[in-house]
């Protein structure tokens, strides 16, 4: 079986890679060359062609930053998408879904999104929180290439329901590392030790997974490597936010930790792990 992957990103490489483990026959897009180098090492294909991508694979899977790329991807060229199925993974809003939806299946084409919880190990290996949303139909025909990426995709419900679903697991990602920055922060300037405050947060009904994974990086101040950059951390929450307002929302408390988020982008912040918003937290 034949795919095409669009985006050779944090996400796409291990993902193609995946895909091309697991027995299909990838053919690996990128806008920058560059970033294509090492899926030649495990013998996929690659172009920075979009329309030799696309005319390559019956299915299309997109792990491009935004919508906005999406869009530049996809309908640059106005292809047609008859026979296609495109299987959209990044985060975007449910209504950019829905409209870039409306316009494949205009061009003849099928799409499910399929955004993800998980970051590059869960991509390695195979084991993405994957939820869809799309009909039945093309879910199901979607399924054995979704179950390679995770052992238990989940059908949510129609086109921007699963984009919601993540956009909500996303503001709890943003929400959670603010929260938890602020109280580290506390625990430091106030000279309280650090393992005191682990060892009763993780008794208690406050704690998350999250706090232990990114302690050290905080502790350590080192953010280099990210599987999520803060710039995207950015991006979802402002998606989060305009939906939010649509939803009449009051989403106050998450505008304040926007604009955290924000100052770390303009501390050059935005290619590091987006735990960094802990140096505009508690300042060195
Ligand atoms: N990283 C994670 O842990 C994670 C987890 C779950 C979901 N996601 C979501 O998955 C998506 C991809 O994430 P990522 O971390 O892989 O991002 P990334 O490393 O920044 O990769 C983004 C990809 O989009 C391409 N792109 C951006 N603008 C483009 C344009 N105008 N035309 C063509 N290509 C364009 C980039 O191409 P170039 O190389 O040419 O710039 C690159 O291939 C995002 O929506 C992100 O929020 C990420």
Redesign the pocket.
Known sequence: MKISV????????PIADTLQQSGYKVTAY???PS?LETLKDSNIQTTTDISEAIAQSQYLLL????A??IE??LFTNSPSFTNKTIIQ????APNESRDIAAKIQEQGGSYLEA??????PQAKTGTLLVMAGGDQETYKNCLPLLQKLGEEPRLIGEVGTAAAL?LALNQLIASLTAGFSLSLGLIQKEGVDVESFMAILRESALYAPTFDKKLQRMGDRQFTNP???T??LL??TNLFLQAAEAAALNSEGLVGVRDIIAQAITKNLADQDYSAIYNIINPE
């Open positions: 669009f985006g050779a990103g944090l996400m796409g490489t990128n806008r920058t970033k792990t491009l930053s935004d906005k790329a530049s991807v993974m990044g985060t975007i955004p993800v919880l998980g970051s590059i993540k599987n999520f950059p710039k995207h991006k979802d």
